[in-house]
């Protein structure tokens, strides 16, 4: 148990757990299963430590920059080149 009173309720004390961290990136969801969380004795409010937080914000960042560097520019296709057809006569 730590000496921190709670931010919520301000009459408990956090400790430590292992809590599961979910984040939402786009349509995808990221899930860190024991993330490290301190919790209030007497309301449960949750709170995630500074430094798991801040390395997951580097992850993510690098993540990002890493997928933007693989995405090349498209190359135009080749459409293939249609039949010649026979010039039209024109009747008179």
Known sequence: MTQWRC???GVGRYRLIAAPYLVKLG???MVMPDA???VCDICGFRCFDDHFLASMQYLIRQAANDSRRR???RQPTQQPEAPA???LRHKR
Request: net charge positive.
């Open 71 to 73: 995405t090349r520019k």
């Open 27 to 29: 349509k995808q969801m």
């Open 85 to 87: 057809l026979p010039p």
């Open 7 to 9: 931010d919520e309720c």
């Open 36 to 38: 490290p969380a301190y």
